[in-house]
């Protein structure tokens, strides 16, 4: 059964699952209906970070531009551009075992496209989740469902996975941002 998470709260995944490799990364979104009815292009993103919680380089930025580090730890499974889709909108693949060394945090984040030339931000977004899922069982691990609360932002930072004594953890984050992808590239150290 699947720990449901709080903004804030942190859960390690290795020590409660031995053995655990491979897990995807599920994000999943509605478009209020009631707030314009547009289609929104929500898109995922991962940053490799290393010390300092900044890029090494900017190819440690996976997104719908990057499909795969250079590691082969990290795949972006496609850009979806409507959140139609049943279950998750957009997923990311992780190899544990592949992260290389130095990385010591992945932060997954959601940015919608082009929210300001069409005045769109997470106010109009709803039943909007991650979860992680043990892709060799197919258990879900945890989910942590986001709130509404967002009226402005239109860039949000929903969680990070990050190394804590050899073992991998999950905090919850669920901070927002202005000014979309560029803020968060300029965050955590990728050229824009």
């Known amino acids: 059964m699947a720990v449901a ?4 709260q942190k859960v390690s995944l290795t020590k409660d699952n031995p053995g655990l490799k491979k897990i995807l ?16 292009d929500l898109d995922v993103e ?5 010390t300092g919680d900044k890029v090494r380089k900017d190819a440690d930025f996976v997104f719908y531009g990057n499909l795969e580090h250079e590691s082969g730890a990290v795949k972006h499974m496609g ?12 997923q990311i693949k992780i190899d544990l075992s592949l992260v290389p060394a130095d990385i010591q945090k992945i932060v997954f984040t959601v940015t919608i496209y082009e929210a300001e030339a069409n005045r769109l931000n997470f106010g109009q ?11 060799t069982s ?7 469902d986001l709130g509404e ?7 949000l930072v929903f969680g ?18 202005q000014n979309g992808l560029a803020a968060l590239c300029r965050t955590y150290g990728v050229n824009v």
Do not use: C
Request: hydrophobic share 30%; proline share 0%; net charge negative.
């Open 79 to 90: 850009d979806n551009r409507s959140g139609d889709a049943e279950g998750d909108d957009e």
């Open 138 to 144: 197919g258990s879900e691990l945890i989910r942590y």
């Open 46 to 50: 991962a940053f490799l970070l290393g």
């Open 25 to 40: 990364v599920g994000l999943g979104w509605d478009a209020n209906r009631y707030d314009g009815g547009g289609e929104f």
């Open 160 to 177: 990070e996975l990050y190394r804590y004594n050899g073992e991998w953890k999950f905090n919850a984050i669920g901070a927002g941002y």
């Open 125 to 135: 977004v709803s039943n909007s989740y991650i979860h992680i899922i043990d892709e």
């Open 5 to 8: 998470l709080s903004k804030g």
């Open 149 to 155: 609360e967002f009226s402005i932002e239109t860039a």
